[in-house]
């Protein structure tokens, strides 16, 4: 009974406090991303009222350009993060190169700008207008550099050594889904208190799923391996429980947590135009797939896994394959073979 009624804020600060050595800045950076999220998530409900009344686009009473939601996103996160003061570098989806953040409070003992946060501001963005679920999804990396302001080495560091990501999903309700490295853990926002709310502590992905998301319209420029991986989920064959149902909205955020609670497979492979696949390394692909390992799934990029990818680029792309630990297997060993 009493996990029903906890919130973000006290989970967080109950998992920091299990590391001895822990400050506290961690829970405090989570709760500005948080904070954040739930802004966010108010203009997101917002925007069909928006179109219906002509505001995006034009101006608005202070006579200022009315953002898109991305850019509006964006921003929010970018400022709260550079208010709380605990990063030295920012890396956005949504900017060409990260933004290098001073130490805010250089005479303090205790507090220093120590972490790196990579975010996918507004995941899904072109389903907005369809009120179809979309998402922000975010990364934190813990400063290689000692001081002063982050360095690119800072923020190109493989996906094994994040120490938190999540993604907040803006949908039927708005559901914040994050990992500190102790498990999955989910939270719904109860928008009459303003707060996060546990849901699900500890989520398990199961290991095997009869579900297999992906854009199948791509299926002309994928390698031969590709189709026949999923021309082989379609076959009638009970003692591998296929044929496989197929469920993808372009949302990745939507079609991950869909496939993290029920089990599944989603890919964007690479094919004859996109050799490197679609989605972004670091903003989508790491911190998706730290929460997939997390709840005991599977991530690769075909070939090796996802999170020992050594980046060479902010805005790299990867090809993905994520989900359900014996799907992703098996995708592997069609795409090997
Ligand atoms: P974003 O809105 O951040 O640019 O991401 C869109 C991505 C992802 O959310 C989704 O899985 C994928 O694009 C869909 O791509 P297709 O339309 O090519 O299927
Ligand atoms: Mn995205
Ligand atoms: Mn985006």
Redesign the pocket.
């Known amino acids: 009974m009493d996990s029903k009624f906890k919130t973000l804020y006290r989970h967080i600060i109950e998992e920091e406090r299990k590391i001895p050595s822990a400050s506290g800045q961690l829970s405090d950076l989570l709760a500005d991303i948080a904070l954040a999220c739930k802004l966010i998530s108010l203009e997101v409900n917002r925007a069909g009222l928006a179109d219906i009344l002509g505001l995006a686009g034009k101006e608005n009473v202070q006579g200022e350009e009315v953002k898109k939601l991305d850019v509006y996103a964006n921003d929010l996160l970018t400022n709260t993060m550079k208010v709380g003061g605990h990063i030295c570098a920012i890396c956005s ?1 949504e900017e060409e190169t990260f933004i290098p953040l001073d130490d805010k409070f250089k005479d303090s003992e205790t507090i220093s700008n120590k972490y790196i946060v990579h975010f ?1 501001p ?5 389903n907005i207008d369809a009120n179809i679920s979309i998402g922000t999804i975010f990364s934190i990396y813990k400063r290689i550099s000692k001081t002063g302001v982050g360095t690119l080495e800072d923020c190109l560091q493989k996906g094994s050594e994040q120490i938190a990501a999540g993604y907040c999903i803006y949908g039927s309700s708005t559901i914040l889904v994050y990992t500190a490295g102790n498990g999955v853990h989910g939270f719904t926002l109860d928008p009459t208190a303003g707060e996060f709310i546990l849901f699900h502590e500890n989520i398990k992905i199961p290991k095997k799923s009869k579900t297999y998301s992906v ?1 199948e319209g791509n299926y002309c420029k994928w390698s031969g391996k590709m189709k026949k991986y999923i021309d082989s989920l379609k076959v009638d064959d009970k003692s591998t429980g296929k044929p496989y149902s197929s469920r993808y909205v ?4 939507a ?1 991950f947590h869909r496939n993290l609670l029920y089990g599944g497979i989603f890919m ?1 492979p690479s094919d004859n135009k996109n050799l490197n696949g ?2 972004r390394l670091m903003y989508e692909a790491n911190p998706l797939s730290f929460i997939v390992e997390q709840a005991g799934g599977r991530s690769s990029d075909g070939n090796s896994r996802i999170l020992d990818i050594k980046p060479e680029s902010l805005h790299q792309r990867v090809p993905l394959f994520i989900g359900s630990e014996k799907d992703v297997e098996e995708a592997e060993k069609f795409l090997n073979s």
Do not use: A, P
């Open positions: 989806e996918d507004l995941d899904g963005s072109s854009n372009g949302s990745l955020v079609d964007y679609k989605l």
